[in-house]
């Protein structure tokens, strides 16, 4: 009995080394807010490639220099092969029988987002695009911050404090250090060499999300006077004040909350950029959190910068 025992394991562990095991993913490749576009060359150059500039290139909300919200590469299909097949994000754009839209997920590298849009003719590409373009662009861009949560939150600064004060938790890396901690107010920042990248956390009076909506200008200016001064005496951060916010409702780790872009520039200098404000309402506490990411690097581009403070503002979840 016991060398039939023996035989029986010995014979379940051949059958566990013969199954063939998952392939291994190659590491995508791209750089940060890029899209492959897998496309017919003169469609690309034509009215059907305009399409895809009107929404995928279109100018990244709110920045002080237009960028655009992809960098778009294009290959003719006739080229794309397995040289191309590590691209992190790639858009598809063909013609045929089964017209749709698909996502597929890590098919060649990880992580990978692969998008194929396919319609009988151009027209029908233009009715897909025209009614999921929105949805597109949102799983590329969440895409891109999962790679950046991925590549650069490994080690976080201690939160011990925030959760206590603000009853959140938020992955915020610990290459950003603490400026200004005081009655509720935290500021982290990360120094360019020139420039830098800013974190806002601090508590508000609960209201209706509309209401605090309308007031983020002021709410920002005040905050900018108390705790964010410039280098010259008087001056400190403050709202454009030629410029209104951008407002979009969102969800944080399904919680509802108020999303706020404009530009910043400083009171009595030069300095200026652009902001992204998040309201985060805590009824358990009656509070609202805000979470601000902005940006100081004066004659460069920003957007890959402001990504990534989305990224991280986007960590935050209420803890008890």
């Not at 063939?20 to 940060?32: D, E, L």
């Not at 025209?130 to 891109?144: H, T």
């Not at 407002?247 to 909350?257: F, L, T």
């Amino acid at each position: 009995m016991r060398t039939l025992s023996i035989l029986s394991v010995l014979f379940m562990l051949g059958l566990a080394a013969c199954k063939p095991s998952p392939p291994v993913r190659r590491q995508s490749y791209g750089h940060i807010n890029s899209i492959l576009l897998v496309m017919d060359n003169n469609a690309w150059k034509g009215a059907p490639g305009d399409t895809i500039r009107k929404y995928f290139a279109r100018d990244y909300e709110v920045l002080p220099q237009r960028e655009p919200l992809f960098s778009i590469s294009q290959v003719d299909p006739k080229v794309f092969d397995k040289n191309f097949f590590i691209q992190r994000n790639i858009l598809i754009i063909k013609t045929g029988d089964s017209p749709g839209v698909k996502f597929i997920r890590d098919r060649y590298a990880k992580p990978q987002l692969m998008v194929v849009v396919q319609g009988k003719d151009y027209n029908d590409i233009y009715r897909l695009l025209r009614q999921n373009a929105d949805r597109i662009i949102r799983a590329f861009r969440q895409n891109e911050k999962a790679l950046i949560a991925s590549r650069k939150f490994k080690n976080f600064v201690g939160d011990s404090l925030i959760r206590k004060e603000l009853h959140i938790a938020i992955n915020i890396p610990d290459y950003f250090k603490l400026i200004v901690h005081k009655n509720g107010f935290f500021w982290y920042r990360h120094d360019l060499k020139f420039g830098s990248k800013n974190i806002l956390l601090y508590k508000i009076p609960l209201k209706n999300l509309d209401s605090l909506a309308e007031h983020v200008p002021q709410m920002r200016d005040s905050i900018g006077k108390l705790y964010i001064p410039g280098p010259l005496a008087g001056s400190y951060v403050r709202t454009e004040r030629t410029f209104s916010p951008v407002q979009h409702k969102v969800k944080i780790n399904g919680i509802r909350a108020i999303e706020s872009r404009g530009l910043w520039e400083m009171e009595n200098d030069y300095m200026a950029g652009p902001y992204v404000n998040y309201i985060l309402p805590l009824p358990k506490y009656n509070i609202a959190v805000v979470l601000e990411g902005f940006v100081y690097l004066p004659m460069e581009n920003k957007r890959n910068l402001m990504t990534e403070l989305e990224a991280i503002l986007e960590t935050a979840r209420p803890v008890d």
